[in-house]
């Protein structure tokens, strides 16, 4: 019994994720701040696996009712300076991330929808993905004046 015991431990400790995966995602709240932005024409998420462990990623696509790229920007990122969220990168930058000391370890990325790309690397689940591509092609051509944001909410994968 002892030797089957050394000999099941080992491979029970180094497949942790075989038999306990995981998953992280945002919390509610941090949704809430998205969604406080302006009008949310489409909803999803993008999922990343790796080694057991799933990260699930809330995107919206909103209308802060600005005037154009730029405007529709600085709009969003004002109203998330509300909610506590500091922009991290540059103010001249077409996509932004965000941080707050109220959700350590999340972080939310705004940017022009006409920037936003679906990723569709390893690991990204794939027919979401496909699905999420066709989503925002469509909004693209449906917003004829620019004015929509992309708002994306990252979570702590180790939450």
């Not at 302006?38 to 057991?52: H, P």
């Not at 998330?80 to 939310?108: C, F, Y």
């Not at 690397?121 to 620019?146: C, H, K, M, V, Y």
Request: charged share 25%; hydrophobic share 40%; proline share 4%.
């Amino acid at each position: 019994m002892a030797l089957a015991f050394a000999l099941v431990t080992p491979l029970v400790t180094g497949c942790r994720s075989e038999f306990f995966p995981s998953e992280s995602r945002v919390a509610p709240e941090v949704v809430g701040d998205l969604r406080s932005t302006g009008r949310v024409l489409a909803a999803t998420t993008t999922e990343w696996y790796w080694d057991g462990h799933t990260e699930i990623a809330d995107v919206m696509v909103v209308d802060v009712g600005g005037s154009g790229f730029r405007d529709a920007l600085d709009k969003a990122l004002g109203l998330l300076r509300t909610h506590g969220w500091e922009a991290k990168d540059p103010a001249d930058q077409w996509r932004t991330r965000l941080e707050s000391n109220k959700w350590d370890g999340t972080w939310i990325t705004v940017e022009p929808l006409i920037n936003y790309e679906v990723a569709t690397s390893e690991g990204f689940n794939e027919q979401l993905d496909a699905s999420n591509a066709t989503l925002f092609d469509r909004l693209i051509e449906q917003n004829t004046s620019g004015n929509l944001v992309v708002l994306e909410a990252n979570p702590d994968p180790d939450s």
